[in-house]
């Protein structure tokens, strides 16, 4: 049974720069969140998608911005890159209400 | 505000000895309580969570955590560490029902085992 799996694990990209993050449920779940992780801090919730939309938003700015496809995977998209955008990005799945989230490795992202 | 606190930066255990990583938190209604275990450069992997019912809650590697209402607390311990449980644990809570629920992080604590 494969978990969360997400797409790529390390990527670096250059200031002003756009990048697409992509995230793909553990099976049977419906809903897919995002959380930033910067060096030494714990996650932050940025967004989650349920049904193709977004459900909730934590406190970032417009930069980011998410898509959630007909099959539940879900992407996350960042414009105008800054340095301080650089962290661990993980996407988290579960199914509606019930039972707890599961994680995926995450994508590290480098902006220089 | 709901929040979960986690009030050490760090904790250092020798081997074989008992360990416990404190977590307090701040929520409206019933809390949903959970533990994760971060290592380095991975993804975050479940450990235990309290929704209702006893207040010992059992989980993976020989983890258990202790629900107190009266304290808002939800403390994970363990009788007998290993080098191997080195890592960096967060607790968390879920606020919000349904598909608008999400998880709130605690800063995290870094749980060093020594042999």
């Known amino acids: 049974d494969a978990g969360v799996t997400q797409s790529p694990t390390h990527l670096i990209k250059t200031r002003g720069q756009q990048v697409t993050l992509r995230c793909s449920p553990k099976s049977g779940h419906d809903t897919v969140s995002w959380y930033q992780q910067a060096l030494g801090q714990g996650p932050q919730f940025i967004f989650q998608y349920y049904e193709e939309e977004e459900r909730q938003r934590g406190n970032f700015p417009d930069r980011f911005s998410g898509h959630q496809f007909p099959n539940y995977s879900s992407e996350l998209n960042v414009n105008a890159l800054l340095l301080g955008d650089s962290a661990l990005y993980l996407c988290a799945s579960s199914l509606g209400d019930r039972g707890g989230y599961t994680f995926g490795s995450g994508t590290r992202l480098t902006v220089v | 505000a709901q929040s979960v606190a986690q009030p050490e930066d760090q904790v250092n255990v020798a081997e074989g000895n008992p360990l416990t990583v404190k977590c307090t938190y701040s929520?409206?209604?019933?809390?949903?309580l959970f533990w994760y275990v971060q290592y380095p450069n991975r993804g975050l992997q479940f450990l235990l969570k309290?929704?209702?019912?006893?207040?010992l809650v059992k989980g993976s590697y020989g983890f258990e955590a202790e629900f107190n209402k009266s304290q808002t607390s939800f403390h994970l311990k363990k009788p007998s560490a290993l080098v191997s449980d080195s890592a960096l644990y967060f607790c968390a809570v879920r606020v919000g029902y349904s598909s608008a629920s999400k998880i709130i992080f605690g800063s995290g604590t870094r749980l060093s085992i020594r042999p």
């Open positions: 309290y929704i209702t019912g006893d207040n």
């Open positions: 929520v409206s209604g019933n809390p949903y």
